[in-house]
T-cell receptor, first 115, second 113 residues
Framework: GENVEQHPSTLSVQEGDSAVIKCTYSDSASNYFPWYKQELGKRPQLIIDIRSNVGEKKDQRIAVTLNKTAKHFSLHITETQPEDSAVYFCAASDAGGTSYGKLTFGQGTILTVHP | DGGITQSPKYLFRKEGQNVTLSCEQNLNHDAMYWYRQDPGQGLRLIYYSQIVNDFQKGDIAEGYSVSREKKESFPLTVTSAQKNPTAFYLC????????????FGPGTRLTVL
C-alpha cells in the first residue's frame, strides 16, 4: 500500500518568513495530493491540492509543487502570519484507482509562527 | 463548516464496553470515511464506504465495526476488542471516493476509563 512520509515534524518561523513542508510517497499510481490544515481542537480543512498532471499550483500565499519522478511534493507558505500556526497534513491517493481513492496521510507538521 | 456532524463531542468508555460514534452528513455525498487520529501519527483510515450497504476495511479496522444503511449516516462502533481505543475520531465525506475534497466532521474524543 501507499506510504507517505512528512518532514519536518515541527517547524518554527518568524512572522513574514517562508515555511516549507515536504512529503514523499511510495506508490507511483498516486495522482491526487491534498494538503490539510488543522487548528488546535478543530477539524482538518483542505487548503490546497494538486493532481499529477500539473507540477505546481498557487493560491495567494500558498503553493504546492509536485515532482512525480522523485515522488515528492511540497507545501510552500510565504509571508507567514501567526494565524498560519497549525498542524499541516499532506496526503496521497490514487483517485479513481484500485484503492478507491483512499487518502494516506503523512504524520503531520506542527507549524508555529512567532510574531 | 456545516454539513457533516459528529456526536458526541466527548465520550468516556469503561473497559469492556462497546460504544457507537455518530456521523451524519447532509451534503448528498456518496463516500464516507472514518479516521483515527493519535498524536504524531497523522490520520489513519479505519473504514470507508462508497455507497449504501457497502463498506471496506481501512488500514486499522480491527476492533471496529460500521454500517451504512442510509446515505446520510455512517456510525462507527468501537468494540471491546479494540485494545487501545483512546483517540480522536474523525468522520469525513466526499462526493466521489478519492476524486474530490474530503470534508471532515468536528470529531469525537473517546477516552477509556
Amino acid at each position: 500500500g501507499e506510504n507517505v512520509e512528512q518532514h519536518p515534524s515541527t517547524l518554527s518561523v518568524q512572522e513574514g518568513d517562508s515555511a516549507v513542508i515536504k512529503c514523499t510517497y511510495s506508490d507511483s499510481a498516486s495522482n491526487y495530493f491534498p494538503w490539510y490544515k488543522q487548528e488546535l481542537g478543530k477539524r482538518p480543512q483542505l487548503i490546497i491540492d494538486i493532481r499529477s498532471n500539473v507540477g505546481e499550483k498557487k493560491d495567494q500565499r500558498i503553493a504546492v509543487t509536485l515532482n512525480k519522478t522523485a515522488k515528492h511534493f511540497s507545501l510552500h507558505i510565504t509571508e507567514t502570519q501567526p494565524e498560519d500556526s497549525a498542524v499541516y497534513f499532506c496526503a496521497a491517493s490514487d483517485a479513481g484507482g484500485t484503492s478507491y481513492g483512499k487518502l494516506t496521510f503523512g504524520q503531520g507538521t506542527i507549524l508555529t509562527v512567532h510574531p | 463548516d456545516g454539513g457533516i456532524t459528529q456526536s458526541p463531542k466527548y465520550l468516556f468508555r469503561k473497559e469492556g464496553q462497546n460504544v457507537t460514534l455518530s456521523c451524519e452528513q447532509n451534503l448528498n455525498h456518496d463516500a464516507m470515511y472514518w479516521y483515527r487520529q493519535d498524536p504524531g501519527q497523522g490520520l489513519r483510515l479505519i473504514y470507508y464506504s462508497q455507497i449504501v450497504n457497502d463498506f471496506q476495511k481501512g488500514d486499522i479496522a480491527e476492533g471496529y465495526s460500521v454500517s451504512r444503511e442510509k446515505k446520510e449516516s455512517f456510525p462507527l462502533t468501537v468494540t471491546s476488542a479494540q485494545k487501545n481505543p483512546t483517540a480522536f475520531y474523525l468522520c469525513a465525506s466526499s462526493m466521489l471516493a478519492g476524486e474530490v475534497e474530503q470534508f471532515f466532521g468536528p470529531g469525537t474524543r473517546l477516552t477509556v476509563l
